[in-house]
């Protein structure tokens, strides 16, 4: 019904229309970077945007290609809204959301403009969902100035490998500490909790490590709290970039396949905690 | 006053158990009925417990391989008892492997309502637990108010789309907001509606059809007679209170048991004006899961 | 000291530390001559349980000469070295155990799949050694059974229950919920479960008896046990005295000893079959069929009751709740060992009323010493960190 009843006229007035013919391609990868309840939707010709912030010490950009849309209709070169992104959640996830044999939930997204809700109609089954999601002022984006030119040193690595090292890290630490380095100990995960201090090594030889550009060793220090949210994007994700510039910044950048077996990138910055002292202790 | 009952086949157990466990996901306390042909799970709703009320009846046929009762009286042979249907559930629940259960009343420490169960074991001996689930024998004066509600005309009754797909449509609504308005014709259309200041959200269900309600009752041109069939009534519930009902559903009557399911939400009670703040109408589900095969067909 | 433990017995060796963190939250380690001992107590002393991993169960097992070092950890840090339980088996090829008595570390190195190499190095506190006094060789009932008939035993219980009442006869071993006092009883449900003697391997009772014990402790022995699939054996002698519970195989031995309630001291020592023998019929009853037995009619005044207007419906329940000598008797000693357990410091009140198993006082005259091995005895109660 609300599908069909849109009319012709309605459909001019849309700034932007992407439809997607199973929500959770959107959904999940959203979900990875739900740490914070506004986004900011960015949407160019290259796709959809959508950024979280939060502390000034981390962004998160989840970008969905134009590809991953069966449509993808822009009137202007730039869109973008603020959103809460918990709410968009719920509503995309309003039939479950759960990966069920032979279901999916088809989305259709609307935008008219400035001061416009975002439309969502969604249906499974027969059974039709209407959502308006009010939008706000987008915030302007944070520019971590983070250029590849400045990369000191890059690993990438099977997400499978890091998963199990973020699932046991120590919580009561209030850092984690990653060194790099052409030599040992290569890839180190560092925590100093409450009960003394732990160490990840990945070795450069490891058959999880599909790339190691280590220019000169390297300590930083990131704050648990901001870095326990990527957790999300490594369970999504199966590969994972990890990269360093010349100021300590933290880059990670996870490739996810959705349900289709299409690519879609996640990005996270971060500001390094502070400097570390030179001696290290072991 | 004398009980016994015998389950042996374990579907009609499994079944059993997850009426009582459904149940238990409801209420922490509920009347228990027992006259000689049926079982009534009782809880009648009282706006103190936030005005949800259940009426569950099984026709004792089709659980029990052996079922002997004795009420209070020849004359009013019924044994009314309250109970905390979770430790009925929790006893049920580990005895599901058992040769047969037994359950009988009791006079232990208190008045119990004993499950005495058959396990098999490696050896030739059978393992026996026995869990006596205390029990309070409610006396006849008071069974007046555990009586079978009367339902009262309502505007609208319409069949539910499946329960799996209301629950998860409304337990999303219960992260957005606290109220959510529930509106339905007599042309099968129901939709269920929230909104708050950053959103509002509608679920529109068709080709739900619409019960035959009160039978020769309202026949004479009851409410839902004269009503035009596209016309919505609606009423405004606590998200919650209806989860707490979507959520317990372990009775799944979408399932082909061949039991037919009729659970029908007291939507019309009133039309609560949404000013009318914590006012809600009484979720009255009315459980008929009571078309279980018998034990014997079942075989 | 230094150990390397491999292959499938890095998972053993966590279950093990797993299940001691049911007991209590630190971790006790003493590499002695015939092998690593692990032990926990709990904060009230009511139990305690120790693991001994000989030498064989590691590939390499080297101690410091002739010194005797102990230590003790938290043992929740230790836990985080082992944290997937699940996946252990699959990843951890190579676990190195190295103690570094200049840094006052332990260091738990694990060699993983893929080259991933995980090193935690723990702080630890010095420790007097830890011991229990107990002797299951003594006790007058022993019983062995299959972790599966256990575990299948207490599932039927709820997972908050605190404490369960082990009663034996000759040939049957009926296990209960144990509910403290009255108003707790007429409101809770009463489990019981009757195990025939030959669902045991091995089944003797020489003094028919009733002991209640802590059951959380016992569910952290029967995890382990049903994980590395090796049989329980229980020893006890009357209420009172511990229950030892056991598991062995050629290089491991787990023992855990937990206090039972005491019982009334003022009434004849007959075994108490009478006030802890399980109220139910006798075991064969479910084949029994005669209704009469089993269908209780109401107390006349109770059937009555409800017909006429008189009293309300709890009143009515009154005269099944009436007090029972046994459950008397019962209370009044609780509250008696309270007030003499205070002073232990305990900060768990479901444990206060048991007898702590350091206390010499509560054993007979001459407590002979376990299959531990025992160095000393004077350090009955040597965990000094109360204040800490």
């Known amino acids: ?282 | 006053m004398k009980f016994r009952g015998k389950i042996v086949d374990v579907a009609c157990l499994n079944h059993f158990t997850r009426v009582v466990t459904t149940i238990s996901k409801l209420t922490k306390t509920c009347v228990l009925r027992l006259n000689p042909d049926n079982l009534f799970f009782v809880l009648s709703g009282k706006v103190a417990n936030g005005g949800v009320s259940m009426w569950c009846e099984l026709s004792q046929a089709n659980f029990f391989d052996e079922y002997q009762m004795e009420g209070v009286s020849p004359e009013n042979n019924e044994i009314c008892l309250e109970l905390a249907p979770e430790n009925l559930s929790r006893a049920l629940k580990t005895i599901q492997n058992a040769k047969s259960v037994k359950v009988k009343l009791t006079k232990k420490h208190c008045p119990c309502l004993t499950v005495c169960a058959e396990l098999p074991t490696l050896s030739s001996i059978s393992r026996v637990v026995t869990h006596d689930v205390p029990v309070d024998v409610i006396p006849k004066r008071l069974w007046h108010e555990f009586k079978e509600p009367s339902v009262p005309d309502y505007d609208v009754s319409i069949y539910l789309p499946p329960l799996k797909t209301i629950k998860n449509v409304v337990d999303r609504m219960k992260n957005l907001s606290n109220f959510l308005v529930i509106e339905a014709n007599m042309n099968g259309e129901m939709n269920l509606k929230i909104e708050t200041d950053l959103v509002s959200v509608t679920t529109y269900f068709k080709d739900l059809g619409n019960p035959p309600w009160g039978d020769g009752a309202s026949q004479d041109g009851g409410p839902t007679q004269s009503r035009d069939p596209d016309s919505m009534a609606e009423a405004r519930v606590d998200v919650r209170k209806l989860q707490q009902f979507l959520v317990g559903q372990q009775v799944n009557p979408s399932k082909s048991m061949c039991s037919e399911f009729i659970c029908t939400s007291s939507t019309s009670v009133t039309k609560v004006s949404p000013k009318a703040g914590g006012a809600c109408p009484s979720l009255h589900p009315r459980y008929r899961p009571s078309e279980c095969p018998p034990p014997d067909s079942a075989a | 000291m230094q150990c390397v433990v491999t292959g499938g017995n890095v998972k053993v060796l966590a279950k093990a530390i797993h299940s001691l963190s049911r007991i209590g939250d630190e971790l006790y380690v003493e590499p002695q001559e015939d092998g690593l001992a692990l032990r926990s107590v709990n904060s009230s002393r009511s139990a305690y349980a120790c693991f001994l991993f000989a030498p064989l169960f590691f590939s390499r097992y080297s101690i410091p000469d002739g010194r005797n070092f102990r230590c003790k950890i938290a043992i929740k840090s230790v836990q985080s070295v082992f944290r997937s339980l699940a996946t252990l088996e699959k990843t951890v090829e190579k676990c190195h155990i190295e103690l570094n008595e200049q840094k006052d570390r332990l260091t738990f190195t694990l060699h993983c799949k893929h080259g991933l190499l995980k090193t935690h190095n723990l702080s630890y506190q010095d420790s007097e050694s830890l011991q229990a006094v107990f002797d299951k060789d003594t006790c007058t009932n022993e019983f062995r059974a299959q972790p599966r008939v256990l575990v299948d035993t207490v599932a039927h219980f709820p997972p908050s229950l605190e404490e369960v009442t082990v009663t034996v006869s000759d040939e049957r071993m009926w296990v209960r919920n144990h509910v403290e006092d009255e108003t707790e009883r007429s409101k809770a449900m009463l489990t019981e479960l009757c195990l025939a003697s030959d669902e045991f391997d091995h089944f003797v009772v020489k003094t028919p008896n009733s002991v209640t014990f802590c059951l959380k402790e016992f569910r952290g022995l029967l995890v382990f046990a049903e994980s590395s699939n090796l049989p329980v054996s229980m020893y006890f002698d009357e209420p009172g005295s511990p229950v030892v519970l056991s598991v062995t195989d050629g290089v491991l031995e787990g023992n855990f000893v937990l206090a039972t309630l005491s019982d009334d001291p003022s009434l004849p020592k007959n075994k108490s079959k009478g006030a802890h023998a399980p109220p139910s019929p006798p075991p064969d009853d479910f084949m029994n069929d005669d209704m009469d037995s089993y269908l209780i009619a109401m107390d006349t005044s109770v059937a009555s009751g409800p017909s006429t207007a008189g009293p309300s419906a709890s009143t009515l329940t009154d005269p099944c709740t009436s007090k029972l000598p046994e459950a008397n008797h019962r209370t009044r000693t609780h509250s008696e060992e309270e007030e003499e357990e205070m002073e232990d410091g305990s900060d768990r009140p479901p444990n206060k009323k048991f007898r702590s198993l350091f206390f010499g006082s509560v054993f007979p005259p001459s407590p002979k010493i376990s299959t531990q091995p025992v160095t000393t005895q004077e350090v009955l109660a040597s965990d000094s960190e109360d204040e800490s």
């Open chain 1, 1 to 282: 019904m609300p599908l069909s009843t849109q009319s012709q006229d309605d459909e001019e007035h849309y700034v932007l229309v992407a439809s997607l013919d199973n929500a959770r391609n959107l959904s999940n990868i959203l979900k990875a970077i739900t740490f914070k309840d506004h986004a900011v939707f960015t949407a160019t010709p290259n796709g959809l945007k959508v950024t979280v912030e939060d502390s000034k010490c981390l962004q998160a950009n989840a970008f969905i290609q134009t590809e991953i849309f069966q449509e993808f209709t822009l009137k202007e070169d730039l869109v973008t809204f603020q959103i809460n992104l918990t709410v968009l959640l719920d509503c995309l996830n309003i039939f479950g959301g759960n990966a069920v044999a032979g279901t999916s939930t088809a989305l259709r997204m609307c935008y008219k403009g400035y001061g416009y809700p975002l439309t969502l109609f969604l249906e499974e089954g027969g059974v039709v969902t209407v959502c308006k999601i009010n939008t706000q002022e987008p915030e302007e984006p944070m520019d971590f100035e983070f250029c590849s030119t400045n990369v000191t040193n890059k690993v990438i690595l099977q997400s499978e490998s890091l998963k199990e090292a973020f699932s046991e890290l120590d919580m009561t630490s209030d850092v984690l500490q990653i060194t790099m380095s052409p030599s040992q100990p290569y890839f180190r995960l560092s925590t100093f909790g409450n009960s003394g201090n732990a160490h990840y090594d990945y070795s450069k030889d490891s058959d999880m490590m599909e790339l190691f550009q280590c220019t000169m060793t390297q300590t930083n220090r990131y704050k648990m709290s901001l870095l326990k949210p990527s957790t999300k994007a490594l369970a999504l994700s199966c590969k994972v970039s990890v990269r360093t510039d010349n100021r300590g910044l933290l880059s990670q950048q996870y490739l996810v396949r959705n349900d289709d077996g299409q690519i879609c990138f996640l990005e996270f910055y971060y500001c390094p905690d502070e400097e570390v002292e030179e001696e290290e202790e072991e």
